[in-house]
């Protein structure tokens, strides 16, 4: 579900209202009666919706990953250096999570997606891919000497992705400095780098050049269903 499809009013209520949820209890630790009660809708109204939890709980994850080729385009569209774009784009998913509900709910339905009984896929599906083809364009002489091939790199930054939010107590700033902890010990095993801190800095700040360009070039009503809730 595309996050800039137009959505009546108790559409987005429910969505809305069910990932906080979600995001808090998990799906098996969130009820029906939980969710209806938690949108202010009759339960009629409420089915009329999403015919199942299951079916919410897809949405939700849907929402979520409809969010990251639309963002993958930007910030590759910069075209700066593929690993600063690769840390721009970790440092804003970061950020995503940290002040999107959406997003957390989303991502925590993904990793219990053994537990609802529909499919669901995994937390940042296809991420892996993108990463890799980010980091093996033909003939990109900032790769050359790259010390990991770049399948490997794209699994290890994805699985640490998962795994900062996952540690990360809540907010911008602690998943912003465990992301930078993990910067710090990935960077010399992908490539020789001399100061770690420049490189990591580079890329926040190429993150923080895609969002002023996105807000500068974006209609104002489109942009304000891509930014984080």
């Known amino acids: 579900m595309a996050r800039h499809q137009r959505l009546d009013d108790n559409h987005l209520?429910?969505?809305?209202?069910?990932?906080?949820?979600?995001?808090?209890r998990g799906f098996l630790g969130t009820s029906v009666t939980e969710l209806v009660e938690s949108a202010g809708l009759t339960k009629n109204a409420f089915y009329s919706y999403f015919p199942s939890k299951e079916a919410l709980a897809v949405a939700i994850v849907e929402q979520t990953t409809a969010q990251w080729p639309p963002l993958i385009a930007r910030f590759e569209a910069l075209k700066a250096p593929a690993l600063d774009t690769v840390i721009a784009l970790s440092f804003e998913v970061a950020d995503r999570y940290a002040t999107d509900i959406t997003v957390r709910a989303g991502v925590r339905l993904s990793l219990e997606r053994d537990s609802i009984k529909t499919p669901v896929p995994p937390p940042f599906d296809?991420?892996?891919d993108e990463i890799e083809r980010l980091l093996s364009p033909a003939g990109e002489w900032e790769l050359?000497?790259?010390?990991?091939?770049?399948d490997v790199a794209a699994r290890v930054i994805v699985t640490c992705m998962i795994g900062t939010q996952q540690l990360a107590s809540s907010g911008e700033?602690?998943?912003?400095?465990?992301?930078?902890?993990v910067w710090t010990v990935i960077l010399p095993g992908l490539r020789p780098t001399p100061d770690l801190a420049a490189r990591i800095a580079t890329g926040q700040l190429l993150r923080e050049r895609a969002r002023a360009q996105a807000a500068a070039t974006a209609?104002?009503?489109m942009w304000?269903?891509?930014?984080?809730?």
């Open 224 to 229: 304000r269903t891509l930014e984080p809730s």
């Open 219 to 221: 209609p104002t009503t």
């Open 173 to 181: 700033a602690d998943m912003s400095k465990r992301l930078t902890e």
């Open 144 to 150: 050359m000497g790259l010390s990991a091939p770049a």
């Open 126 to 128: 296809g991420w892996v």
């Open 13 to 24: 209520r429910v969505l809305q209202t069910s990932a906080a949820l979600f995001a808090e």
